[in-house]
């Protein structure tokens, strides 16, 4: 199939950016999107053209890397699909396609499609985590732990961090990322001992960088791993909780 | 050649590391603070050493080419971790898991560093579990077990399909309350290009700033390599895109000896590529043959018909009947051969006939289609949206793909390398899985050396070197190397070729497919012995790299890695070459059984091949290291 493609482009981080239309006139539909990318930079650098910058490594949809503004969407078209599990299928010939980086301003563009999402780690060193030093834990059978509990912690944690969430939201706010991990952890019995510090401090952490959640709902939708709005209900209850607790 | 020792402890091999623990030197608490440690890669094995080091009281700097420590490979693994925690009773042991492992990697592996593995997979699970990871459970809460390839017990412990993220995460977070904690110091987006060696002792690294291109110095009391294995060799694995081999092979060429490199693993279960423009290859877990069956239609007529067409009479379960015990469960290397054996007599099916199929109608028979969508729904789902078909109403299509590699960096019991100071860990080192890995062991390798083998091990190397201040940044060594590392990079910028990088990628990963893939033989190995360094002269003479080298430039960033796996693709084909037996994931055509199966050479072969750097790739001296076998005897594997 043939494609236009506009794609932003931007030098750094302090420049400005604009569009580039470019055309494929050979596109497979059993292309994923990022081959197809990978076609337009063999293109572009065949035409001593400096090729696309964007984030991508597994790309079987689960390191996170990856991720796109795809005709205003974000991680395009197919529901619970990350950008380098989209397959050109979803497309037809003729179609023309923008794409962009994440826009929010808790992720500044770096570079053409790359931003920086490390305000994600900051909140996760704030407080996502059990604090066990290796070799301090006890037999794995010792505490049983409900299936549905497992499971629903398991739905938690199957985020992958790519801040699609974030970009999908008209408030860049980051809830959806954030509940996910407080949520995992709070709803286990190995993380009830640092709950309402690690809830506090997650939160807050969150807040220096992102938006306000308005329950939109616009970042379940995008999310490639259908995490659920119920966790930031949770985290809401908890930090509501955590303001009643002591310090620890 | 030298003959090289293992330094394995003497004594009885159940007490080796017990006593071994008592016998090394120890550094106090209060002075693990005047030690700087380096570690490089935020895979399992890498997060989890330098959270342990963080936790310990060492000074550590952290290093991924990532924009997260979260984004390591290690997070696409799908199937399982093993333990031999035999909570179901069915005869597990620490030393069933230590057999099964040196068996399923055809005794070319090192009995008391496979043993050790065992010993403590089982606090493993115990840390895992502790720091939150959602592993499945039973309904009573107890955790749950899956069986694997190469195994008759169940000892799989998993979280669906993505217990590689789960395991990462857990790391990863232990990490991240390091870093929080400022006793780990991290760097993102940078990028080791080279190792520095002082007066033979390792001294630091050389980074690149892939953001800036800003080439830096980092100096330490010791570095640790975690960096992975090297199937980007092939260009088409299932490796993430920017995994690659430069920490490693740089750190070869700094004097570390490459052990057995030709020990790649092919797995048995990715699905076909589809087309030229394929990136990569996408692994469908292993697992699946828990519940899935292969096969192929008898006859090559009926491999374009619709799989339900073909009737039970017309289907080949080839596995089922050449290995009944094991059956869809043979490891990996023999369903590997296993299929591109059918493929090869034109039986293969898709569209490009070069799949098998791997089948759950019977599974979804007995179990319902409710229970495999719980185990396996995450795989199936991602199945569709790469062939737009649904296998829970056709069978997948599946092939090998380059996938691990058992080879790596040859470290002593206490993992450290040829240079004293420079560790490596996880699949950066060759030690554990001899010729062929069993599905489950890549996680719980990777955190066992991170979390409880190195945290003690590397306090033996820096015990008497208290008071030693690490080598300055602008000593000659760090100076030269930035210089070198800088050159280098220019170098390729001032080429101004024709061709892309990944245009040679793809080419040279063609070259190693064909001849060191899954079966290699002399004319093939020769072949690709002559027509890489071909390529390699072709690429330094036509590469181009555009854009400058002080922003950032993914072009810049290939041009090393491809670089360094020339070199590497050419010391596998020598290995390959050299040794003149099959074994594991290692298949020689001059060398099988009449039945086709591998044929070892204990008499010849029984050792690692340890490569040495002589400064020019196609002239590598072998080293060995004989493998002696105390506790168990070597017989051919039968899986039958």
Redesign the interface.
């Known amino acids: 199939m043939k494609l236009t493609l506009n794609v932003w482009r931007q ?2 981080p302090d420049s400005g950016g604009r569009f580039e239309t470019y055309k494929l006139n050979d596109v ?1 539909e ?3 999107f ?2 197809m990318l ?2 337009l ?2 293109q572009l ?2 035409d ?4 696309v ?1 964007f ?11 990856c991720g796109l503004m795809i005709n205003g969407q974000a991680h395009g078209p ?1 529901a ?2 990350a950008t380098c ?3 050109m ?1 979803q497309y037809a010939d003729g179609d023309t396609i923008t794409i962009e980086p994440w826009r929010a301003s808790g992720f500044p563009v ?2 053409d499609l ?1 931003v ?3 305000a ?2 900051r909140i ?3 407080g ?14 010792l ?5 549905e509990v ?2 629903e ?2 739905d938690a ?2 985020c ?2 790519c801040g699609a969430c974030v970009a999908a939201c008209p408030n860049g706010a980051a809830q959806l990322f954030t509940s996910a991990k407080v949520s ?2 709070n709803m ?1 019995p ?2 009830q001992p640092e709950k309402s510090a690690r809830t506090r401090d997650m939160v807050d952490t969150m807040e220096a960088y992102f938006g306000s959640c308005t329950n939109i709902g616009e970042c379940t939708a995008a999310c490639p791993k259908d995490i659920s709005l119920d966790h930031i209900a949770r985290m809401n209850r908890d930090y509501l909780k955590a303001q009643f607790s002591k310090r620890s | 050649m030298s003959i090289l020792d293992s330094r394995s402890p003497e004594g009885a091999l159940a007490q080796k590391w017990t006593e071994h623990k008592f016998d090394m030197k120890l550094v106090n608490p209060a002075n693990k603070r005047k030690y700087e440690i380096i570690v490089v890669g935020t895979g399992l094995a890498g997060a ?1 050493a330098a ?2 080091f963080g ?1 310990l009281g060492y000074n550590v700097k952290c290093f991924t080419f ?6 390591a ?1 290690s ?2 693994a799908q199937g399982g971790i093993n333990a031999a ?1 035999n ?1 179901h009773g069915d005869g597990d042991s620490v030393y069933r898991l230590f057999y099964d492992t040196i068996k399923g990697g055809d005794y070319r592996g090192r009995e008391s560093n496979t043993y050790r593995l065992a010993e403590v997979s089982n ?1 493993i ?19 749950d077990n899956r069986s694997f390839g190469g195994a008759q017990v169940s000892r799989t412990f998993y ?2 399909g ?1 217990t590689g ?2 395991l990462l ?1 857990g790391a ?3 990490l ?2 390091q ?2 904690d400022n006793t780990v110091e ?1 760097h ?1 987006r940078t990028e080791m290009l080279d190792l520095v060696v002082k007066d033979g002792v390792a001294a630091g690294i050389v980074t690149r700033d892939l ?1 800036t291109g800003e080439i830096r110095s980092h100096s330490a009391h010791a570095v640790v390599l975690a960096t992975g294995g090297y199937s980007n060799a092939y260009y088409l694995s299932t490796n ?3 995994c690659n081999a430069t920490a490693v092979w740089r750190a070869h060429r700094k004097g570390a000896f490459f052990a057995n490199p030709c020990y790649t693993q092919i797995h048995p279960t990715a699905i076909p590529s ?2 030229e ?4 290859l ?2 469908m877990s292993e697992s699946l043959r828990n519940d899935g069956r292969i096969w192929v239609p008898k006859n090559a007529d009926d491999t374009g018909k619709v799989a339900a067409e073909i009737p039970e009479s017309d289907r080949d379960y080839y596995l089922e009947r050449k290995y009944p015990s094991f059956g869809n469960l043979v490891p990996r290397d023999v369903a590997s051969r296993n299929a591109k054996t059918v493929v090869d007599q034109g039986l293969g099916v898709g569209p490009l006939n070069n799949g098998v199929y791997l089948d759950f109608a019977d599974a979804i028979e007995r179990l319902g289609q409710d229970k495999i969508a719980e185990r396996y729904g995450n795989l199936f ?2 199945y569709e ?2 062939t ?1 078909e649904n296998p829970y109403q056709q069978p997948m299509r599946i092939f090998p793909a380059p996938h691990y590699t058992m080879g790596g960096l040859w470290v002593d019991y206490e993992l450290q390398t040829t240079i004293p100071g420079l560790f490596a860990i996880g699949e950066a080192n060759f030690s554990d899985h001899g010729a062929n890995r069993l599905g489950a062991s890549a996680l719980m390798q990777g955190l066992s050396d991170g ?2 083998v190195l ?1 003690y091990t590397i306090g033996n190397y820096l015990a008497p070197k208290l008071g030693d201040q690490p080598v300055p940044v602008d000593d000659p060594s760090f100076v030269d190397t930035e210089i070198a590392a800088k050159e280098n990079i220019n170098r390729y910028l001032a080429v101004k070729g024709t061709r ?1 990088v ?2 040679f990628h793809r080419e040279l990963g063609k070259i190693m497919w064909d001849y060191c893939g899954m079966e290699r033989n002399r004319t093939g190995l020769e072949k690709a012995l002559s027509e890489i360094p071909a390529l390699r002269a072709e690429f330094e003479s036509d590469v ?1 790299v ?2 400058s080298a002080h ?5 810049v960033e290939k041009v090393n890695r491809v670089a360094d796996f020339f070199e590497l693709g050419q010391l596998m084909c020598q290995d390959a070459l050299m040794r003149e037996e099959s074994c594991g994931g290692h298949f020689r055509e001059e060398h099988q059984t009449a039945e086709g199966e591998a044929l070892r050479d204990d008499e010849n072969f029984a050792f690692v091949g340890a490569w040495e750097y002589t400064g020019d790739p196609a002239a590598a001296k072998l080293n060995k290291e004989d493998l002696e076998f105390d506790d168990v005897e070597l017989t051919t594997r039968s899986y039958k």
């Open positions: 030098e750094s497979s059993d292309m994923s990022l081959e990978d076609v930079n063999q650098i065949e001593n053209n400096e090729p910058q984030d991508h490594d597994c790309r079987e949809g689960i390191c996170g890397s197919q619970s699909t599990q989209l397959h299928r770096i570079k790359v920086n999402r490390s994600f780690d996760i060193e704030a996502g985590y059990i604090s066990v030093p290796t070799g301090s834990a006890s037999d794995a059978n505490t049983p732990v409900k299936k497992a499971d912690a398991f944690a199957a992958i961090g995992q952890l286990l190995q993380g | 989890s959270a342990t936790e990532h924009d997260s420590p979260r984004r490979h997070i696409a925690k909570y606090n699970i115990d840390q895992a579990v502790a720091q939150g990871v959602p592993f499945a459970r039973e309904y009573g809460g107890l955790l979280a669906r993505q993220q789960q995460l990863y977070q232990a991240a309350r870093i929080h991290m993102i953001l993430a895109m920017a589809s087309d423009f394929q990136s990569k996408t692994l789902d991602m949206r790469i737009g979390y409880f945290p892309s990944d245009w181009r555009l854009g922003t950032l430039n993914q072009s």
